[in-house]
């Protein structure tokens, strides 16, 4: 009966994505799409949640429907908000196109049907993971335990990734920059909720809350969804709200530049530092077990650090990255 | 072979620059930051041979990274191929570091900060994480690193258009990556099982199925983006010619050559190379784009304007006479492909410095600006010569070399025909260089060029002639080089990367 | 230790002789005296290699590049004859090279120089080569040393004439001759030079196939159609012309193809040949179109290239038909045509800078001004010709032996019409010199002495060969031996 | 293969939609002229490959694995972690292609790749 109801939501949680992507191919408006593109995101969200992904799930609704939008808003300029949207796709993209989807249908024949729980992709690794982990590293979130200790070397690659992405806005966004008039006009215009006082009032208490959370996500990624990840995109985005609402100029009298940048780089020394320290123990890299006096309290100590780096390095990068795009100067 | 596995050498490899980097935000001072990238390439390029001498002594490197064993963790692996790409490139990135130096001659103030060098790690650093891991989702992560980093560099160059370059790569580079992730979730959801050496031998047992064919065929695909595989080389020219100089020198250098050793590694250990051949006629479609891309190339060289740019269209001519070689599949045909990957690194990264000094002395990168250039800069232009003809395969240099061992390796195919196609090519090379050999000797001065000194500095001569050296030297005697060619390719193709377990 | 380098040195000696020049830039009267010192130096070299060349059967190898892919030298009838000619005519070219440079005031003659010297040495290297690949080595070295000097005046005609040089030799060497080198490399047993060849066990197919790939691969044997680079180059100062385009270029063309036929194929190997008749027809048909084209230039030097074109097909005809007395015949005409060719090209050189006149139809009654150019050009065009007293009389008649042996009758008659057609083109000019009237002037035009003395010495050499030719015959025929 | 078409449908529904996305995703990449509509496709055509990968890991019945003794069943947590990743590299690389078009914008004053002047695949210019 679940599963009818689920598969019933997947299909229409679906059938959402597919009009979304649909309008989002057809629109000629930039804001619009990026307002598809959020609820496109919102709806895998809850398509991931369906799909038992709720790490995932917390994830994109941070970045797709979060992160990514505001990005994209704080990028968009009035002269570009309005664009030519093709009559029909090209007929190189058309080729293209249905080229590579009828390979992938191909290619889907032989896979697995939905949900079978015999498919080979369930029966090699993931027993070891959901059978062994909770006693390997004593924490109950099986995709927290693969992900910061299993599979520890891909998540520094990420943070690492992250760390670039910041890297480069601020390559290429310096600080030195003058304002044109047109950009001046549009930062005006998007100042509205600086100006509403009772708003003002009211998203200010609400950022101390969010900060909370933030760090309640950090240290609850153990025992449930979340992780340093989320956590540290939420303590951005407290952040973010505070800039919003202050101004850059405040922001930036609290947190420099320069200290936002040393934030980021330094949660990847921690995260590698970690690693560094498990080789000094006379362990391999990233190998937590020898942190502690035992394998489980290592790793546990080791998780802690690690989803500590990630969190560092994620919250200052969202900050850097807010204050590079809307540093109005551009 | 004897499998070592306590040895921290093959992560050092990667995380030295991983953690240099965000040192160099830390500290934040240029001094430092051009240091850090110095000593990063100087302990990468030492770890690089150390592991070389190991894997000449018989030893094969594998590190479980965070203690957890293969398949559950993550592994680095080092065997005779890991250990020649590791090689080739933390040597030209060490030259192409000792290059930057000089201060990438007129580009913006961009490149001299120290997060132009973090970047600069985080490349290199991504590049040889590809190189020595062996496990497939681990690539992808590590292809991102490089690829984000290299976005960033590109777009750092003098030119305006750097940005549009950097934009499309990014655009063509995340395509790319995305089919690389699609290729290894279908390759997950039919085995189970992320490393490489797991996979290979699951899909042994399992045999083709047509999810496995189309993963094989995304993964083409989208690595085929990163090195520049003929139809697909778009991003590349642009890419190369807006570039700081220092940067298409690390680029041509080391990420092509890392996307063909990746390319290399999937066909012939995950599926190996009778597989491909059965299910799918990859050998031929990687062998027709690439006598394409050697044979149509040159000729899109041959009527380009801007220096720089006709070498990086060569590239894309050079690249696939590699593909050629990872296309036919057999032992000598790896061989050919893994020499020339060597030697086409050390050539075109000397070309590229010798094209960015002209550049600067000169202050135009239009080949018909440069008339009777070579009688103010003759060094540089005499090492642009002699790479030049090193590109054509002129006997005596390397290109000779490795052409000779891709030719006899075609006709060993039983293909001999196919020989026609790539002398051909390399004929091909020979009409874009002696163009500019004609110009640069033979045509009358340009007037408006103008009169800078032709003084050339340490850390620009100093690279460029130990590649030149180099180049000479394994021109001349390539035995033991192409020795440790036909070591890896034979225990690539003939033993496969299962012998680690 | 000394004695096992002597060949290497003869590669080299030029060689250093490049740098010397280089280096002795800023004095002119230094640089020219180290270039004919250099020629000299080759020369006893070369003469004590002569004298000693039992010891050098050995390969001397250089470097070892991959296994069965090294430089390496050594020393054999053929290659001494060839490397002599060029030593010895070398010298000469120098002394006049420099005063015809100085003549015209040239800008570029330290580069000149250092080019020439890289060139003869690469034709040593060509001499001496061990096996293919240092035979190619040195050839594209040739090839592209040589191409400064033939756009050296840096006219477009010039430099487009240096892309046609350089398309035509490139385009066969790194096509048709590489896969030939690669493909008996692969099928054959090595790549070095064996008496006897080393294609016997090759399928007969692929021998064929290898002909035609050697026969079009080598570029600078002028066969056509692959010939249109030779009289292009001629824009190229007169020595140029003189010693690269009628001795060391084109000869280093047709000595390959004379080597590679005796060390590579085999007499044996050749004969049994699918399509040997049609093979032999190929430089005949060349000998015969070049000399009729050749009658048609009113151009002096574009006469004398044609007149190469159909000599060196001479050569590889004697090549391919592979028997002791052709090849015998083809040794002795690469001496023989050597000097003679050399002695016509110095005469064209003189006549040009000393009267300005280029054309055939220019020259009547200039004889009466330089008589010594043009009876040295009488001389030179009987040795050519093939006619009494000079030395080339000697050549084609080892080649018609050769023609005989092999019992094709229809190519004596070949080479008897080109005879004919040789002394008609090239007699007449100092013909029309000496006894048509003209309107030129009547005093002597032959002030620089620095040129006339070397065509006169060559042209006496032609006439000295005359007497010689059987000792250079029986050593030539040493070599399967 | 053996299964007709009748079972297909159900159980690899997702898939297709997946998919779809993927191609739609892909037209909007080559179609778009507009850099930052650009980057969206590109985040359409990176999610299409993620919701394949989610999709793989569920299992029939299964629950969330985050370990608790009253739960027998997981979905399989290996593709959620993949995704993680992924989905934080595809933020990273749209940050990237963001910051890019803003300086594009400076430069050029337009995003529009059609209207961008200075196509970077004529001439060169001479340095200053």
Not at chain 1, 25 to 52: E, K, P, Q, T
Not at chain 1, 154 to 171: H, K, M, N, R, Y
Not at chain 3, 125 to 150: D, K, R
Not at chain 4, 29 to 51: E, R
């Amino acid at each position: 009966m679940i599963d009818m109801i689920n598969i019933g939501m997947d299909i229409g949680l679906l059938g959402v994505l597919l009009a979304c992507a649909l309008l989002i191919l057809r629109s000629g408006s930039l804001l619009a799409i990026i307002l598809l593109s959020a609820a496109y995101s919102l709806s895998i969200c809850a398509l991931f949640v369906i799909l038992d992904a709720v790490d995932v799930a917390f994830t994109e609704a941070a970045v797709g429907a979060g992160i990514s939008t505001v990005l994209m808003l704080a990028v968009i300029r009035r002269q570009d908000e309005s664009l030519h949207a093709p009559r029909w796709p090209s007929a190189i993209s058309v080729v293209t196109g249905l080229g590579l989807g009828l390979l992938l249908i191909v290619g889907t024949l032989d896979m697995s049907m939905y949900g079978n729980p015999l498919a080979p992709v369930h029966l090699h690794l993931a027993p070891r993971f959901i059978g062994q982990s909770g006693a390997e590293t004593g924490i109950p979130n099986v995709v927290t335990s693969v992900l910061a200790s299993y599979r520890g070397y891909d998540t520094l690659g990420e943070v690492v990734v992250i760390f670039a992405a910041g890297l480069s806005v601020l390559l290429l966004l310096p600080s030195a920059n003058t304002e044109t008039g047109e950009e001046h006009e549009d930062r005006q215009r998007r100042a509205w909720i600086a100006d509403n006082p009772i708003l003002k009032a009211a998203l200010l208490r609400v950022i101390p809350l969010v900060l909370l959370f933030a760090l309640y996500v950090q240290f609850h990624g153990d025992y449930g969804p979340g992780g340093g990840f989320q956590a540290g995109v939420i303590f951005g985005a407290g952040v973010i709200t505070f800039g919003l609402l202050c101004g850059l100029g405040k922001l930036l009298a609290i947190l420099s530049e320069r200290w936002v940048s040393i934030g980021m780089a330094a949660g990847v020394l921690l995260y590698a530092g970690t690693g560094v320290a498990a080789m000094w123990r006379g362990g391999n890299f990233l190998d937590y077990s020898t942190l502690a006096e035992t394998p489980t309290a290592g790793q546990h100590t080791g998780i802690l650090l690690i989803e500590l780096g990630v969190g560092i390095t994620v919250a200052f990068t969202m900050i850097s990255l807010f204050i590079c795009f809307s540093r109005g100067r551009d | 072979m004897s499998l070592v596995t306590a040895s921290h050498l093959p992560v050092l490899q990667v995380i030295v620059p991983m953690l240099l980097a965000p040192l160099c935000i830390v500290i934040g001072n240029r001094t430092v930051a051009r240091g850090f990238m110095l000593t990063a390439a100087i302990a990468m390029f030492g770890i690089s041979a150390a592991l070389m001498a190991g894997v000449l002594d018989g030893r094969i490197y594998i590190y479980e990274l965070g203690g957890w064993a293969a398949p559950w963790g993550i592994e680095y692996l080092v065997d005779p191929v890991t250990a020649f790409v590791l090689l080739t490139i933390n040597l030209v990135h060490l030259l192409a570091a000792v290059f930057c130096l000089s201060g990438n001659h007129g580009a913006p103030d961009e490149t001299a900060r120290p997060s132009f060098f973090a970047a600069w790690l985080l490349c290199i650093s991504g590049l040889n994480g590809m190189v020595v891991t062996n496990d497939a989702f681990n690539l992808f992560v590590f292809l991102e690193i490089s690829s984000l980093a290299t976005y960033v560099l590109i777009s750092c160059g003098r030119d305006h258009r750097a940005l549009l370059a950097a934009y499309r790569y990014l655009v063509m580079g995340a395509v790319g990556a995305t089919f690389v992730l699609l290729s290894v979730g279908l390759l997950y959801m039919q085995t189970g099982t992320l490393n490489i050496s797991d996979l290979a031998n699951r899909i042994a047992e399992k045999g083709a199925d047509r999810t496995i064919i189309m993963a094989l065929s995304f993964f083409v695909i989208g690595i085929g983006i990163k090195c520049a595989l003929f139809p697909l080389h778009d991003w590349l020219p642009n890419a190369y010619n807006y570039a700081p100089d220092s940067v298409t020198v690390l680029l041509s250098g080391t990420a092509t050559k890392v996307a063909l050793y990746v390319l290399l590694r999937f066909l012939h250990d995950l599926f190996s190379a009778d597989f491909s051949i059965l299910a799918m006629p990859l050998d031929w479609i990687l062998i027709v784009c690439g006598v394409l891309g050697m044979l149509l190339a040159p000729l899109i060289a041959l009527r380009e304007s801007s220096l720089k740019r006709m070498f990086a269209w060569s590239s894309v001519a050079q690249i696939s006479y590699i593909v050629v070689g990872v296309g036919l599949g057999t032992t000598a045909g790896v061989a050919a492909a893994l020499l020339h990957l060597f030697n086409h690194s050390i050539i075109k990264a000397m070309i590229f410095m010798a094209v960015g000094i002209l550049i600067a002395r000169t202050g135009t990168a239009r080949i018909r600006h440069l008339g009777s250039v070579a009688h103010h800069h003759r060094f540089v232009c005499y090492i642009l010569l002699f790479g030049g003809l090193s590109l054509i395969g002129l006997p005596g240099t390397t290109g000779f070399v490795s052409k000779w061992v891709l030719v006899t390796a075609v006709i060993d195919k039983g293909s001999w025909w196919l020989a026609i196609p790539v002398l051909a090519g390399s004929l091909a090379s020979a009409s874009y260089i002696w163009r500019i050999v004609e110009t640069m000797w033979a045509k009358p001065a340009h007037l408006e060029l103008a009169a800078q000194p032709s003084g050339v500095h340490f850390v620009e001569w100093f690279p460029m002639v130990i590649l030149a050296a180099l180049a000479v030297w394994f021109g001349l005697n390539a035995t033991w080089l192409t020795g440790i060619a036909d070591l890896a390719a034979s225990s690539l193709v003939e033993t496969g990367i299962g012998v680690a377990r | 230790m000394f004695a096992g380098i002597l060949p290497g040195l003869c590669v080299l000696a030029p060689l250093l002789g490049a740098c010397a020049v280089v280096a002795g830039r800023k004095a002119p009267a230094t640089r020219d005296a180290a270039l004919i010192l250099t020629g000299l130096v080759t020369l006893v070299l070369l003469v004590i290699l002569l004298l000693y060349r039992d010891q050098y059967h050995q390969a001397q190898v250089l470097f070892q590049i991959l296994p069965g892919l090294r430089i390496a030298f050594h020393v054999e009838p053929l290659g001494l004859i060839f490397a002599l000619s060029a030593g010895l005519l070398w010298p000469v070219t120098s002394v006049y090279a420099i005063s015809y440079l100085k003549a015209g005031n040239d800008e570029h003659q330290t580069r000149f120089h250092a080019l020439f010297c890289v060139a003869i040495g690469s034709v040593m290297g060509i001499a001496f080569s061990e096996n293919l690949f240092t035979l190619f080595l040195f050839y594209e070295i040739l090839t592209f040393s040589t191409w400064p000097l033939v756009t050296h005046s840096r006219t477009s005609l010039a430099v487009s004439a240096g892309r046609v040089y350089l398309g035509v030799l490139l385009t066969t060497s790194l096509l048709l001759f590489l896969l030939a080198i690669v493909l008996t490399g692969k099928y054959g047993e090595g790549i070095s030079f064996v008496p006897g060849g080393v294609l016997s066990a090759t399928p007969p197919t692929l021998v064929g196939i290898l002909v035609f790939l050697f026969l079009f691969g080598i570029g600078k044997a002028a066969v056509m159609p692959f010939h249109r680079w030779l009289p292009r180059a001629m824009v190229a100062p007169a020595p140029v012309s003189a010693l690269l385009h009628a001795v060391a270029v084109v000869k280093a063309g047709v000595f390959s193809i004379l080597k590679i036929s005796v060390y590579i194929f085999g007499f044996d190997t050749l004969q049994s040949l699918l399509f040997y008749d049609l093979v032999l027809w190929i430089p005949a048909v060349t000998i015969l179109l070049a000399s009729a084209i050749a009658m048609r230039q009113d151009d002096l030097k574009a006469r004398l290239a044609y007149s190469t074109v159909s000599q060196l097909s001479y050569i590889v005809l004697g090549a391919l038909l592979a028997n002791q007395m052709a090849m015998a015949g083809s040794g002795l005409h690469i001496t023989m045509h050597a000097f003679g060719k050399i002695t016509l090209f110095f005469c064209a050189g003189a006549i040009i800078v000393l009267s300005g006149k280029t054309r055939v139809s220019q020259l009547d009654g200039l004889g009466r001004a330089m008589p010594w150019t043009f009876s040295a050009f009488f001389v030179a065009s009987l040795s050519v010709a093939g006619l009494p007293p000079a030395g080339g009389l000697w050549s084609k008649w080892y080649l018609a032996l050769g023609v005989l042996e092999q019992g094709q009758v229809a190519l004596l008659a070949v080479l008897m019409i080109s005879s004919l057609l040789n002394v008609y083109y090239l007699t007449a000019i100092p013909l029309r010199a000496f006894f048509l009237k003209g309107e030129n002037p009547g005093q002597r035009l032959e002030t620089r002495r620095a040129m006339i003395v070397p065509l006169v010495a060559t042209a006496s050499i032609s006439v000295a060969l005359f007497f010689v030719a059987d000792e250079i015959a029986s050593f030539v025929q040493q070599v399967a031996a | 293969m053996d299964a007709d078409l009748s079972h297909w449908i159900p159980g690899l529904f997702n898939y297709w939609v997946a998919v779809t996305l993927f191609v739609l995703g892909l037209v909007i990449v080559i179609d778009s002229h507009n850099m930052i509509k650009k980057l969206i496709g590109l985040n359409l055509f990176q999610s299409a490959v993620f919701l394949l990968f989610i999709t793989m890991g569920k299992v029939s019945g299964g629950h969330p694995p985050i370990l608790d003794p009253s739960i027998e069943i997981y979905s399989n947590p290996l593709p959620h972690v993949l995704i993680l990743t992924a989905i934080v590299v595809g933020v990273a690389t749209t940050a990237l292609g963001l910051a890019l078009v803003v300086r594009i914008r400076r430069v050029y004053g337009t995003v529009d790749e059609n209207k961008i002047q200075h196509n970077p695949d004529v001439e060169p210019e001479i340095i200053p």
